[in-house]
């Protein structure tokens, strides 16, 4: 299996504060199409898994551009620039490039 | 609106079966893929399978012959089976639709998730 390495497993940030979270794959994510499927969730308390980013760089439907996603090959990044309160809660990254489909382990945003 | 509700006990005994079903409103599930993912205590997420819109499946091997998914298109439901469950199948199960169409790309709608203990 793909093992993804997530990091930092907690991120505390200041309201108006930017962060970065890392997601690194253990072998590439290139697709044998050219597609790199790379995506990235965020789950608030009490809530179901929300798209933010898919292949890597593109924003879904809704959300603000303060989410950035970035990366090529086995290091991917995703980046939070203004935090605002709802964007509290754990991020996960996702690769379904290669059989079974393996999350990262989450990284939790927290208020300092 | 595409909406998807799971549905199931919460509390399944150790060595049964756990079944849930994915009902899908909104949308058919004849189009794209449909898949099972979990949440364990703790934040760990696996990705246990998917159905597609023509029905074959293909599953985590982790799993092994455990798991089985299936579907009734009548009811635009589809539907979980473990078997053999332990305590370490205990978590939140939730139900998703990938996307675009006819492609095992991206989780764009998922459901609230149902939370499952496996206990005597």
């Known amino acids: 299996d793909v093992l993804m390495t997530q990091t930092p497993v907690s991120l505390p940030v200041s309201l108006g504060g930017q962060v970065s979270i890392s997601c690194r794959s253990s072998?590439?994510?290139?697709?044998?199409?050219?597609?790199?499927?790379l995506h990235w969730y965020l789950q608030k308390p009490g809530q179901s898994p929300q798209l933010l980013i898919y292949r890597v760089s593109n924003r879904f439907s809704g959300v603000p551009d303060r989410f950035s996603g970035s990366g090529s090959g086995t290091d991917f990044t995703l980046k939070i620039s203004r935090v605002e309160p709802e964007d509290l809660g754990v991020y996960y990254c996702?690769?379904?490039?290669?059989?079974?489909?393996?999350f990262g382990a989450g990284t939790k945003l927290e208020l300092k | 609106e595409v909406q998807l509700q799971e549905s199931g006990p919460g509390l399944v005994k150790p060595s049964q079966s756990l079944s849930l079903t994915c009902s899908v409103t909104g949308y058919s599930i004849t189009s794209n893929y449909w898949g099972w993912i979990r949440k364990f205590p703790g934040n760990k997420m696996e990705w246990m399978g998917y159905i597609s819109y023509s029905g074959s499946t293909s599953y985590n091997p982790s799993l092994k012959s455990r798991i089985s998914i299936t579907r009734d298109t009548s009811k635009n439901q589809f539907f979980l089976q473990l078997n053999s469950v332990t305590t370490e199948d205990t978590a939140t199960y939730y139900c998703a639709r990938q996307w675009p169409m006819y492609t095992t790309d991206y989780f764009d709608y998922w459901g609230q998730g149902v939370m499952v203990t496996v206990s005597s």
């Open positions: 072998q590439s994510l290139v697709h044998s199409d050219g597609n790199t499927y």
């Open positions: 996702l690769q379904s490039t290669h059989f079974p489909y393996t």
